[in-house]
């Protein structure tokens, strides 16, 4: 596989890329197909397979390059299914020389037997696990470079054309989205259906939103939308896979992805998945995987402010002695510190929550 980095975009020469047969076939003989059960064998095992070519060339451009920022280790390195059910992300990541990984590792194994069905899901212990040790849960989205983006950007083909290519991933990142899918519900089949229905549906189902009304019950499901999320990083790749070619447009923290500014949208694409719901973001707001260290520095976080005092403080915690009296629907909240500040009258930490963790 050759690899170069063109404008913060990863280029692939895959050429003959080693998939395991047997382990296509078990993903295909025991995970079900989450959108469209009807689908012909084929077309599945040409997901997989896509999906697969997706993650190795994310997984080599990591470990060519960037191996002494950066280690990963795979979700089938880590496995012990023998493939048999779904994955809840591709590899995990983590700054090299920080960690030992083996106590993630074997919560993960736990995790997998203790599933009763196909869909392994991350207990709260792992993933608590993962952060305090600063391990990050990567998952890698793959799509087919469609008809419709060569046809826009007039690309014929040639992938030895520095220009046409780059017009090409341009247009890519003009169009398509970076994306998460809901936790409560991935598929409704009424058109009109939207972020408001959905947050509606989700207060129905959990006391904690009881009172929230508007654009305060929008930012609370947003907010739990991403503490619920088992990914900490979204990296999108795209493939040509008649001409063997392969394309690291970009990648988000879920945090970036899941804020006030997230979309509500359904897939694009006719005939496939036409029911699916999910967060999205534009590919150009995206980060070069060139960038993927920066995952590691100084996170943004949440902050909340008492809409009712006369101080200017704002709090690291909704639980802080100062606000905790205050009813969380009518807490503010700030995407971060510097929301906050921007917002103009809140402008100093509260001493007691943030001195807790220095």
């Keep these: 596989m050759r690899l170069t980095l063109q404008n913060h975009i990863v280029c692939a020469d895959y050429g003959q890329v080693h998939l395991d047969a047997r382990v ?4 295909i003989n025991y995970t079900a197909e989450t959108w469209q059960p009807d689908r012909p064998k084929k077309e599945r095992e040409c997901n997989i397979e896509q999906g697969k070519i ?3 060339i994310t997984e080599q451009f990591i470990r060519q390059y960037y191996s002494q920022e950066l280690s990963l280790k795979t979700y089938d390195e880590i496995r012990n299914d023998d493939f048999k059910k779904h994955a809840p992300f591709d590899f995990l990541l983590w700054k090299t020389g920080t960690v030992n990984i083996a106590f993630i590792e074997e919560a993960i194994r736990q995790d997998i037997a203790r599933t009763p069905n196909k869909f392994v899901k991350l207990s709260n212990v792992t993933r608590r696990l993962c952060r305090t040790l600063g391990v990050k849960i990567v998952e890698v989205k793959s799509t087919n470079i469609r008809n419709d983006l060569k046809v826009e950007s007039d690309f014929t083909g040639d992938y030895d054309n520095v220009k046409s290519v ?5 247009t890519i990142r003009r169009k398509d989205d970076v994306f998460c899918y809901p936790k ?3 598929r ?3 058109p009109g259906y939207c972020l408001d229905d959905y947050c509606r549906e989700v207060q129905e189902r959990f006391s904690e939103f009881d009172g929230c009304k508007g654009e305060n019950l929008r930012r609370r499901v947003i907010a739990w939308e991403c503490e619920n999320q088992c990914c900490d990083i979204f990296v999108r790749v795209y493939l040509d896979r008649p001409a063997k070619k392969g394309f690291v447009i970009g990648w988000m923290q879920k945090e970036e992805l899941l804020d ?3 979309q509500f949208k359904r ?11 999910y967060f999205a973001k534009n590919l150009g707001e995206t980060k070069g995987i060139d960038c993927l260290a920066q995952a590691f520095g100084k996170p943004k976080q949440r902050v909340y402010a008492n809409p009712y005092t006369p101080t200017n403080f704002y709090h690291k ?10 009813l969380k629907e009518e807490l503010l909240i700030f995407d971060s510190e510097e929301a906050a500040i921007q917002n103009g009258r809140f402008i100093n930490r509260c001493r007691e929550c943030f001195s807790k963790d220095g």
């Excluded at 780059?166 to 341009?170: N, V």
């Excluded at 897939?267 to 719901?277: G, I, P």
């Excluded at 915690?317 to 205050?326: E, L, S, Y």
Aim: a neutral charge.
């Design 184 to 186: 409560l519900k991935r």
């Design 24 to 27: 296509v076939g078990q993903i």
């Design 267 to 277: 897939m694009r694409q006719k005939n496939k998945s036409e029911l699916a719901l």
């Design 188 to 190: 409704e089949s009424d």
């Design 260 to 262: 006030d500014t997230v």
């Design 166 to 170: 780059q017009k090409l991933l341009e």
């Design 317 to 326: 915690t909704d639980d802080c002695k100062f606000i905790r009296r205050v």
């Design 54 to 56: 997706a993650e190795e």
